[in-house]
């Protein structure tokens, strides 16, 4: 298996970074590479540093980090939506090289930067790469703290489902609702291409993907700009705020590492934990929920996985943890009776799609931060047991994109990028492949 996987990242790389997928995704994606690189650390920390460099040699003025860098050599045809639409190089603030999108992904990469730099602290360039990072990863979570604070509150806000990294969850069905469709013969989708359409978002949801990303462009990616009506989405996700602030937490690791003081991050981290509490906490249903700051919240709402993920944080209010492992358990998620991982959607949602991609399938990367959610507070023991199911479906399914989280049968695509790294991290813990 180490050997499988490792020779996926070897097929998947493209001089100094890994593409997601050969054929679906020929370019670098920014939460893939994060994961990526937390996985290459493992086997080759000089390549893992490169992979997060790379990224990040394409961050614009303001901090943000776009969740596309295009490969210039690969054909504008491969991927939609290609550099020719997002026009970035003509954006105030972007590189003038390489060609980017202009939206983000979770921000995961401090996470991955302090655990690429725990792998092999004493290799001659991993402090360096540290001090090199640390502005720029500064930068970064400025940008999503003060740009993107559209609520008010200190949360990050997302200007387009595709920042979540969860595309086409159930959660953006009613903010959604409201986006006027781009018309079909306006665009063409190339993933239909490589997958099989019953897996993928469906055209209406393209069709508003397109719409948003497009006003957004047009407003040139200004994020407090007004956007025309049916041209605008602005939520609140647990995930990507649980992620920014386990970041934060990193920050403040790597802060004191290079001899900084790191009070100050460590105090954000705990403060931005007490407004994801105060906003999204959702008591009655034992996990959190995204909130709709362009209108009313969903009724019934949705239960995304997205709202397990604070269980990653090292410090929530009392009863929280718990609350969220027994929703793990429990019939919406069905770990350990339903479900063999941990399912990307509430299973008792008439929403819930065992097939299409994060409509219910179970992804590897959001089963591998729960399961380093559940070592965090005290449960090595279901945290063994999901190890276990992650490896065994992993090599079961050649690496798959995803899974029915019920059968563990593959979907999506197959040697897929972060799927094979978080096997080899998972693997390294046991000395597999050291
Ligand atoms: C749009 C690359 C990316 C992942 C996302 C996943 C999917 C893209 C797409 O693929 O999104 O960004 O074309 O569907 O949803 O999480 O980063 O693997």
């Not at 469906?202 to 049916?230: H, N």
């Not at 954000?268 to 959190?288: D, H, K, N, Q, Y």
């Not at 410090?315 to 609350?323: D, M, N, R, S, V």
């Not at 929403?351 to 380093?372: C, E, S």
Request: aromatic share 10%; charged share 25%; hydrophobic share 45%.
């Amino acid at each position: 298996m180490w050997r499988g996987a490792a020779a996926v990242l070897a097929a998947n790389r493209t001089g100094a970074s890994t593409v997601p997928s050969r054929s679906l995704y020929p370019h670098q994606w920014s939460w893939d590479s994060a994961f990526i690189a937390i996985g290459l650390r493992r086997l080759d920390p000089a390549r893992a540093r490169r992979e997060i460099e790379t990224l990040f040699a394409a961050q614009w003025a303001d901090g943000r980090v776009p969740h596309i860098v295009f490969n210039p050599a690969v054909p504008l045809d491969a991927y939609f939506p290609s550099p020719d639409f997002w026009r970035s190089s003509h954006a105030p603030g972007a590189p003038a090289a390489p060609e980017t999108s202009g939206i983000v992904q979770p921000p995961v990469h401090a996470l991955a930067v302090w655990l690429v730099h725990r792998a092999a602290p004493r290799e001659p360039g991993s402090r360096a790469f540290l001090a090199r990072m640390y502005p720029k990863l500064v930068a970064w979570h400025r940008y999503l703290s003060e740009a993107r604070d559209l609520g008010g509150a200190g949360l990050a806000a997302l200007v387009h489902p595709w920042e979540s990294g969860m595309d086409n969850s159930p959660c953006w069905d009613a903010p959604l609702a409201r986006v006027v469709p781009a018309p079909r013969d306006s665009y063409r989708r190339a993933d239909l291409d490589h997958g099989s359409a019953e897996d993928r978002p469906t055209d209406l949801d393209y069709g508003r993907y397109v719409r948003l990303a497009a006003a957004y462009r047009d407003s040139g990616y200004a994020d407090r700009a007004e956007r025309p009506d049916g041209a605008r989405f602005a939520v609140e996700d647990p995930g990507f705020n649980a992620l920014l602030i386990a970041s934060e937490y990193a920050l403040a690791a790597i802060a004191a590492e290079l001899g900084e003081d790191p009070g100050p991050r460590t105090r954000r981290a705990r403060e931005l934990t007490g407004v994801l509490v105060e906003r999204l906490w959702e008591p009655g249903a034992g996990l959190f929920l995204s909130r709709d700051l362009e209108g009313k919240a969903a009724k019934p709402p949705e239960y995304g996985a997205a709202g397990l993920l604070p269980l990653l944080l090292p410090w929530l209010p009392e009863g929280i943890a718990e609350a969220l492992r027994a929703s793990l358990r429990g019939p919406r998620f069905g770990l350990g009776t339903h479900s063999l991982l941990v399912p990307s959607h509430d299973l008792t949602s008439p929403a819930q799609d065992p097939r299409r991609y994060w409509r219910g399938p179970a992804w590897f990367n959001v089963n591998w931060l729960l399961l380093r959610g559940l070592r965090q507070h005290g449960d090595p023991v279901g945290a063994a047991a999901l190890r276990d199911a992650f490896l065994r479906t992993a090599g079961a399914t050649a690496f798959a994109e995803y899974v029915d989280p019920a059968t563990g049968r593959g979907l999506g695509a197959r040697e897929f990028g972060w799927t094979a790294a978080l096997c080899l991290d998972l693997l390294a813990e046991e000395g597999v492949g050291e």
